[in-house]
Each structure stands twice: as structure tokens, then as C-alpha cells.
């Protein structure tokens, strides 16, 4: 039940920001690939710092321009992420949704079935 929706977010992400790359003319390739690969890939550690290095090799420039590339989208990103989830967590707070703890709920039958 999870999978499936978070693969479905991450396709949705990566087309939405190539389409607002596209409007605000960097091109769709450019915005994917140098603010949603990054971002989705793990923030500055797992994500830019291995992008850059990847991205220069197989651009033929220095890993150091392409990190400073990376950086502000990834920085960005953490940011807003880390505001969203307060939001988020703050608005469902005791609504239907709010799961207490519990991220996928099991009803008895499956507990058996285990």
C-alpha cells in the first residue's frame, strides 16, 4: 500500500518540476535533473555530493561548479520540507487521518495472517 504511492509522488514530482523549469526557461531535463535528482536523491550527503561528482564526469567540468549548482535547490528543499511536515502534522492533528503512531494500520484478519 505504500509503494505504490510513493513511486506515484516521486513521478508526479519530478513532472511537476520539469514543467515549472520549462515555464520559468531552464528546460525540463535541466530542472529534473538538477533539482528533483537531487532533492529526492537524499539532501546534501547521499544526493549532491555524489550527483556532483557524477554530473562533472560526465560533463568534463569540475565537481565544485556542479555542487554549487545543486546546493541552493537542495537547501531549499530541506527547508521547506521541514516547514511542510510541521504544517502537516500540525493541521492533522486529531482529524480522521491522523494515524497516532501508526503509519499503515492493520485490522485483525491480517494480524493472523502473518
Not at 66 to 83: E, K
Not at 97 to 112: A, F, Q, R, S, T
Amino acid at each position: 500500500r505504500f509503494i505504490p504511492v510513493s513511486l506515484a509522488a516521486m513521478v508526479i514530482g519530478f513532472f511537476a518540476v520539469g514543467l515549472v523549469g520549462m515555464l520559468l526557461g531552464l528546460g525540463f531535463g535541466h530542472s529534473v535533473m538538477f533539482v528533483s535528482m537531487p532533492m529526492m536523491a537524499g539532501s546534501i550527503g547521499a544526493g549532491a555530493v555524489p550527483l556532483s561528482h557524477i554530473y562533472a564526469q560526465g560533463l568534463g567540468v569540475s565537481s565544485a561548479s556542479m555542487f554549487s549548482q545543486l546546493i541552493p535547490a537542495v537547501t531549499l528543499g530541506n527547508v521547506l520540507a521541514v516547514i511542510g511536515a510541521a504544517l502537516i502534522a500540525k493541521v492533522g492533528a486529531n482529524t480522521k487521518y491522523d494515524g497516532h503512531g501508526v503509519l499503515l494500520p492493520i485490522n485483525e484478519d491480517e494480524k493472523v495472517n502473518q
